[in-house]
């Protein structure tokens, strides 16, 4: 296959949903911010939005289903979770369904059963739930599929109250005709329980490109993108920006490019592979240059791939032995990891769905309290050789990598800079406790202690940890761009190198020499780190500190160790 031909270790434009190439651009983090608010809003009567529906709105392919991923991972804890993924269901069906997601078992069996057989037990769920301090969520994906009868049997379900609140928020995800739907006069009750709404547009060019450079990275490329800048724009042009057009269309471009020798995707092998991917966009474009033998063995390829993949990946699938120790994953009452088991089958789950896993009070005892062990057993990780009984830290800071700590971190955002650090974790009552993180899988992390790694479950793992944390991280030369003085020049010329890399164009300004003008952070260069933050899912302020400085290394091909993707 072409990966090998492009220095790349994995596909990097798979179609299939794979968490370990997140990607977030604002506009994810901003569709992820309102199904949060619906959620956490209706948590209480003071201050709260009282339940209600909340909508998510895109294009086929607009990353709706990412959102959702992110979402389930970050939803609080004390949710009981139902995902509905096929909503081509009747009234009847619907409520066995969602009764079936929350494990609810009605009280009998009937050959006609009746809206109040599933309706009645439902509401004693919820109010038991309620009773015992828990959120009940039911999320809709595809949901303009859903009939009018069903989404007006949707309305009734948020009249299941108390005096105080809502117990049942509901959160439907769709394609654009959704919002349309909403719009009739039938509907408009359930219209008017929307609390919270966002339609996920396309990515722009800028962003399209570095999501292409994101995945690359991420699949193990190193240095300039193998796509020229006219390629770039053109593959904009052709997706519009749609993130599963995008990953067609670059495969297929860079299959096509493998196929005829080229190093380098141009704008002609994009419009050839645009033909093969979406038909013929245009009158002009015609598979001139691409032989049929050139196409028939492209095509072989792609076949032999997929069957030596499904051979390679079949023995991982057996069960295997445990890892030495495994945290447990949420109880049973929290499926929020459910849309992945629920679209494969068991012999296609990972190996770790299958595992039994422990509480996680038996890993706790395993963590130290002491800050400076955790920074070196995360400098093994990093192959640095702290004094003994120095400062990890100020030892490994000479000359680099240096100490970073930060706080209010999320699982999707310790994905997407995909670097081992140390996370913070902390039970009620009890003093903190340090862990190195090594790995983030789907559904799973890996922790290093002691040397020896251990799995832990993500949603388990969310109970401990508070958002903090700790790595190491190589500063530019001469120090950061934010500092003053001559020591920023070298690093403002390194940044503006790297934004000039993700670009596509030439250095616009060479290293200072006597005769030239010191570069400065002014206004042009804070508007291009901003752009970047933008596409990075990072605060856009326009300062290059440590977190933007690690993605921006990321997106140019970053050397550093990474995480794992998958349990060792």
């Known amino acids: 296959m072409y990966a090998s ?3 790349l270790n994995k596909t990097p434009f798979s179609i299939a949903p794979d968490p370990h190439m997140l990607f977030m651009s604002e506009r994810h983090r901003e569709a ?52 509905i993924f096929n909503p081509k269901l009747t009234v009847i069906e619907l409520l066995q369904s969602i009764c079936h997601e929350f494990h609810v078992t009605p009280d009998k069996y009937r050959v006609f059963a009746t809206i109040k057989d599933y309706l009645d037990p439902l509401n004693a769920f919820v109010l038991k739930a309620h009773a015992a301090g828990q959120n009940n969520v039911l999320i809709i994906d595809e949901a303009q ?17 108390t005096s105080e609140r809502k117990l049942l928020q509901i959160v439907l995800i769709g394609q654009p005709e959704l919002r349309s739907m909403l719009e009739r006069p039938e509907l408009e009750q359930l219209a008017q329980r929307v609390i919270a709404r966002f339609h996920l547009d396309a990515l722009s060019e800028v962003e399209t490109e570095h999501y292409i450079a994101h995945r690359m990275a991420v699949a193990g490329h190193h240095g300039a993108l193998p796509f020229d800048r006219a390629a770039l724009k053109r593959v904009h042009q052709l997706a519009r920006g749609v993130p599963r057009r995008i990953n067609l269309l670059c495969g297929r471009a860079l299959l096509g490019a493998w196929a005829n020798g080229l190093h380098q995707v141009s704008r002609a092998v994009v419009n050839k592979a645009a033909v093969e991917v979406f038909g013929s966009t245009d009158s002009s474009q015609r598979l001139a ?5 050139t196409l028939a063995l492209g095509g072989a390829c792609l076949l032999a791939g997929a069957v ?52 996680p ?39 680099a990598p240096q100490c970073y700590r930060t706080t209010n971190l999320t699982i999707p955002m310790l994905r997407q800079l995909g670097r081992p650090g140390i996370l913070t974790l902390q039970a009620e009552g009890a003093t903190p406790a340090y862990a190195v993180l090594v790995g983030l899988g789907e559904q799973s992390a890996t922790l290093q202690i002691g040397g020896e790694p251990h799995t832990v479950g993500l949603i388990a793992l969310g109970h401990l940890w508070n958002g903090d944390f700790a790595t190491y991280w190589k500063a530019p030369l001469g120090g950061s761009p934010l500092s003053r003085g001559a020591g920023a020049g070298p690093a403002l010329q390194e940044l503006s190198s790297r934004l000039d890399q993700l670009d596509g ?13 010191p570069l400065v952070l002014d206004d042009a260069l804070k508007a291009r780190v901003r752009a ?7 605060k856009a302020d326009g300062l290059p500190g440590p977190l933007t400085l690690m993605h921006l290394e990321n997106a140019v091909g970053a050397t550093e160790p990474r995480l794992l993707t998958h349990a060792p």
């Open 145 to 161: 599929n859903l009939s009018v009868d069903v989404l007006e049997q949707l309305r009734l379900l948020t009249n299941l109250e």
């Open 532 to 538: 970047f933050q933008r596409t990075a899912g990072l």
């Open 361 to 399: 009070e038996t890993l706790l005892p395993l963590l130290s309290g002491d800050l400076r062990s955790a920074w070196r057993e995360l400098a093994t990780v990093w192959h640095l050789t702290p004094e003994p009984g120095g400062d990890p830290c100020q030892t490994a800071a000479t000359p």
């Open 308 to 359: 030596l993949t499904g051979l390679a990946l079949w023995p991982a699938r057996q069960a295997g032995p445990l890892p030495p120790a495994t945290l447990a994953a949420a109880p049973a009452k929290s499926s929020a990891s459910r849309p992945a088991s629920q679209t494969a089958s068991p012999a296609t789950r990972p190996a770790s769905a299958a595992r039994s896993l422990v509480p």
């Open 289 to 293: 240059g691409w032989t049929p033998r």
């Open 5 to 7: 031909f492009f220095g």
């Open 505 to 517: 164009v030439a250095p616009r300004r060479a290293a200072s020499t006597p005769d030239s003008t």
């Open 32 to 83: 992820l911010a309102h199904l949060l608010y619906g959620v956490r809003g209706s948590e209480g009567a003071a201050g709260g939005t009282g339940g209600g529906f909340v909508l998510l709105t895109g294009e086929i392919g607009t990353g709706k289903t990412t959102v959702c991923r992110c979402f389930l991972e970050q939803i609080p804890v004390n949710c009981n979770v139902a995902y």
